[in-house]
């Protein structure tokens, strides 16, 4: 999956498969499967849709930075909608050791960047405006399954986000609002733990 095959107002139907990012398997900083920047934005009435195919059930598999991320403070995307997909972090492939040996790691080494692998997210916007984020499947993320900063009407509405956050010491939460306004969340109740962290905060 390329990010430079489309257009901003493009409606990217995801095909059944499973997606990874690139160098999955293998290092511990590998990028996001799909990062969407400013240039690619969407209007009212062509919004940048990435969804499922219809009746299909596509999957992202990361252990990089992400499954799908968003624009930045300084460079919002605006229009955007991600409905219908499955994505999956590497929490089943980290363990206590490996995660506490990463903490201790960057307690002594805090001015290097984070390795990905233990703070990935399923979908984070880091700047945008009306984004709509809904009927996804988000689970095994070492961070927030859900994450939007710097953002003004948005709404999260009938994902499924469990098994959140175990791994990264960022104590963030299944799903995440910050220096955000005019937002929506519509959830409801699960029988599986949506955030359970397995690691003291590195403060």
Same mark, same amino acid.
């Given at each position: 999956? /390329?990010? *430079?095959n489309w257009k901003p107002g493009d409606i990217i139907n995801i095909r059944d498969? %499973? #997606?990874?990012?690139? +160098?999955? +398997?293998?290092? !511990?900083?590998?990028?996001?499967?799909? =990062?969407?920047? !400013? /240039?690619?934005?969407?209007?009212? =009435?062509?919004p940048i849709v990435i969804r499922n195919y219809p009746g299909e059930t596509p999957k992202i598999n990361f252990d990089g930075k992400g499954g799908i991320l968003a624009g930045e403070r300084s460079k919002p995307v605006t229009h955007l909608e991600i409905a219908g997909l499955e994505i999956q972090g590497p929490n089943s492939k980290i363990n206590f050791q490996q995660a506490k040996a990463?903490? *201790?790691?960057y307690v002594n080494n805090n001015s290097e960047e984070t390795k990905h692998f233990f703070h990935g997210r399923g979908i984070a916007i880091? +700047?945008? /405006? #009306?984004i709509n984020i809904h009927g996804n499947k988000v689970y095994d993320t070492p961070n927030s399954g859900i994450? %939007? =900063?710097?953002? *003004? #009407?948005?709404? %999260? /509405?009938? =994902? !499924? %986000?469990y098994n959140t956050t175990f791994w990264s010491f960022n104590a963030e939460s299944a799903i995440v609002f910050a220096q955000s306004k005019s937002c929506l969340l519509y959830t409801s109740p699960s029988p599986r733990d949506a955030t359970l962290s397995r690691m003291p905060s590195s403060a």
């Amino acid at each position: 999956m /390329s990010n *430079d095959n489309w257009k901003p107002g493009d409606i990217i139907n995801i095909r059944d498969g %499973v #997606y990874t990012n690139s +160098g999955y +398997g293998s290092g !511990e900083r590998n990028p996001a499967l799909i =990062n969407i920047s !400013e /240039s690619k934005n969407g209007t009212i =009435n062509r919004p940048i849709v990435i969804r499922n195919y219809p009746g299909e059930t596509p999957k992202i598999n990361f252990d990089g930075k992400g499954g799908i991320l968003a624009g930045e403070r300084s460079k919002p995307v605006t229009h955007l909608e991600i409905a219908g997909l499955e994505i999956q972090g590497p929490n089943s492939k980290i363990n206590f050791q490996q995660a506490k040996a990463n903490r *201790d790691w960057y307690v002594n080494n805090n001015s290097e960047e984070t390795k990905h692998f233990f703070h990935g997210r399923g979908i984070a916007i880091w +700047g945008g /405006s #009306y984004i709509n984020i809904h009927g996804n499947k988000v689970y095994d993320t070492p961070n927030s399954g859900i994450r %939007v =900063n710097n953002s *003004d #009407y948005c709404r %999260v /509405s009938f =994902n !499924e %986000v469990y098994n959140t956050t175990f791994w990264s010491f960022n104590a963030e939460s299944a799903i995440v609002f910050a220096q955000s306004k005019s937002c929506l969340l519509y959830t409801s109740p699960s029988p599986r733990d949506a955030t359970l962290s397995r690691m003291p905060s590195s403060a």
